[in-house]
């Protein structure tokens, strides 16, 4: 029998003292980036410098130069044609979304037509070209960990809070959840608000837990009590026919280890706002905490050792207790259910406390009007319909992310009864939300983290070695101007 000591994060790590091509974390919307991505980066970023004469002559990027007075009535019988820069893909639950804000927008501006470009794996490449190539662009698709790369490249951005201190109608700032306005802020300019937010929330099969004699937990509970649930509920019935304690594949995308590090008091990359330093391995929680992650395969035997079947796959299938998951990808669970597949009773629960308490990660798909738009006054109309109230209503319902619009949350959304269940759940995880680190260069440093900790979940490398890996490379990353 495996020691029980070795399930419990407060025994070893001192407890005293984050199905399309474009997906990264598993399922749905988390476009991964490409070598050719960030080599394409690299080599043109060079226009950002013309853009900068742009930026000025434009009012973008936060310029206080623009005229803060109320805007004159637009003129709503103009002919133009927008285009808009479409964040990962615009197909299947998206494109129906994406439709709607279109066809209300066209509502009010039958003459202008809406060409929607999808930036699928190669967002930022394809800003970069067109913006170096004077392409138009009206409306900019972004994520907050891609904010800081946005703005110090291309800066293809203007400063929301101009258009909102002229039109304080639709859209206002205060109306949206904290955690998203830092996410989509860099150095105190806002440039984008979402259509849709999420962050990782935990799901309970609630059989496995029946099966095994196990209540469900409390809302309050602790990581240990977590890992003593995970032990109960792992079966081994044959080397093929396991039931998993505990799943995440929290290697596959930064924000899913950061739950575990930062409730614990743990900082691997600093500053937040704009990192320079990165301390893995010598951030003692966050070594201890990694180390943890990794012992729950290696040593406790909770877990698999390799991240099969995406971050939701071996719980659709009914083979996994407790599985951490991201908002935007619950809802896979319902239609794999209804597909047929592994028939079970499920249910969302608060992510457990660690020493230093939670912490919940927020990421969007999140929108900004362009500072090369010729008519920002339409581009800004547009921009109303996608990350207001009826375009956060779209996208809750089409694409399943959560809205970060507070009323919609705790309203709409809450009592929504399509599944999942307990959607306060999600509520108290959005509203509690924070900023992950931010960087230029975050599309390289999270290529690193990512490759390494592939390495340490399938005991390919020490934690020790690997994280100290990362920080080697990340300040080679960092320190390149």
Known sequence: MRP???????????????????????????????????????ALLGAAGAGAVLTA?????????????PRAPVDRNQKDELTWLVWSSDTSTRKEAYDAMAKRFNEQFPNITVQRIAGGNENLEKLITMFASD??????????????SYVTGPNPFRNLREFMRRDSGTVKEADHADGVLDGLSFKGTLYALPVGVYTNNLCLNLDILAQQGVPVPKPTWTIDEAMEIARRTTVRRSEEDITWGFFQQWEVITHFPYS??????????????????????????????????????????????????GTSGLFTQGKVAINVNETNNLYGIVTSQQAGSAQFKWTMHPLPRMARGTYQPINAFAYGVSRNTKNPDVAWELLKQMVG??????????????PSIKSLLQGPYLQDPEPPTNKQVIVDAILASKAMPKSARWVDINKVIVEVLAGLRAGKVSVNAGLADIDRRVAAIVSQK
């Open 57 to 69: 002559a434009c009012g973008a990027g936060g310029s206080a130069g623009q005229d803060a007075a």
């Open 260 to 309: 575990w590090i930062r409730g614990n008091g743990g900082e691997p990359l600093t500053p937040n706002e704009d990192v320079t330093t990165s301390r893995w391995a010598t951030d003692t929680e966050t070594l201890k905490t990694m180390q943890w992650l990794v012992d729950l395969g290696q040593k406790a035997g909770v877990t698999p050792v390799t991240g099969t079947g």
């Open 4 to 42: 029980k000591q070795a399930l419990a994060l407060g025994a070893r790590v001192d407890l005293a003292a984050r199905p399309e091509a474009d997906m990264a974390a598993g399922e749905v919307g988390m476009p991964r980036a490409t070598r050719r991505e960030a080599t394409s980066r690299r």
């Open 389 to 402: 109230p009826a375009g956060q209503t779209d996208w809750y319902k089409l694409a399943r992310f959560a």
């Open 135 to 148: 392409t138009r662009v009206d409306v900019i698709g972004t994520r907050p960990d891609y904010m800081a």
